[in-house]
């Protein structure tokens, strides 16, 4: 398995909303990522979580609330998002950091719309 | 904090055109990762630089790391309709081997 699963590929939802991303790979790499991504934009790192532990927080707002419950999973949970966070958020996985010789395999995202 | 600049923005060719997009960073690299991402869809990874004036061939995409280990580019020979999309650069940066930059991405268009 050489892919990285995001679910749901869409997802709309009220400000006053939460909600949860998923994120799921199976290829034994130990470092995880959230990226979000606007139209036109490249992707921008928010989260890494490396073994299983958060390592980087781009300082993210708090209504974005990552979670790694084992080294396969990832999760992004939402709450009380704001319209300008209406975008694509990438989850993407590495062998072992950013100099990995196969280099970051991303999920194919999740399409978000805040209303 | 470290800043990698990537021109073009955008390149519209005909079929056949040769493409070149380059990056350069204002500071030294660790390595540079090149991906595509195609219209609607997400970033692939296409190939990893780490050795200065390193020089890598896949079919017809020819990718360059600099002396310095600043700048790189990605060469498309006699480019294809397949080849749309956008091409980004990406360099570690932050001292961390985990910050992932990306360019700003250069966006290709091909005239059939």
């Known amino acids: 398995d050489t892919e990285v699963t995001q679910t749901p590929k869409h997802l709309v939802m009220g400000m006053t909303n939460k909600k949860s991303l998923k994120c799921e790979q199976h290829?034994?790499?130990?470092?995880m990522y959230w990226y979000k991504q606007k139209a036109k934009k490249p992707p921008e790192l928010m989260f890494v979580?490396?073994?299983?532990?958060?390592?980087i927080n781009e300082s993210v707002p708090s209504r974005f609330s990552p979670e790694c419950p084992n080294s396969s999973l990832l999760n992004l949970h939402l709450h009380a998002l704001q319209p300008e966070d209406s975008a694509l958020y990438l989850c993407?996985?590495?062998?072992?950091?950013?100099?990995?010789?196969?280099?970051?395999?991303f999920g194919s995202g999740t399409r978000l719309t805040v209303v | 904090g470290q800043q990698v600049m990537q021109i073009p923005q955008y390149q519209h060719v005909q079929e056949g055109e040769d493409f070149t997009t380059y990056c350069n960073s204002s500071?030294?690299?660790?390595?540079i990762q090149w991906y595509k991402q195609r219209p609607g869809g997400h970033p692939v990874f296409l190939i990893q630089?780490?050795?200065?004036?390193e020089v890598k061939k896949q079919k017809r995409l020819t990718f360059q790391f600099g002396e310095a280990k600043k700048n790189s580019s990605l060469h498309i020979t006699a480019t294809q309709t397949t080849d749309v999309g956008t091409y980004f650069c990406?360099?570690?940066?932050?001292?961390?081997?985990?910050?992932?930059?990306f360019g700003k991405g250069t966006l290709l268009t091909v005239n059939p």
């Open positions: 993407a996985s590495s062998q072992d950091g950013g100099l990995s010789f196969y280099g970051y395999t």
């Open positions: 290829m034994g790499h130990r470092a």
């Open positions: 979580y490396s073994y299983e532990k958060l390592s």
């Open positions: 500071t030294t690299l660790s390595n």
């Open positions: 630089l780490v050795k200065s004036g």
């Open positions: 990406a360099g570690l940066s932050g001292g961390s081997n985990y910050k992932l930059t």
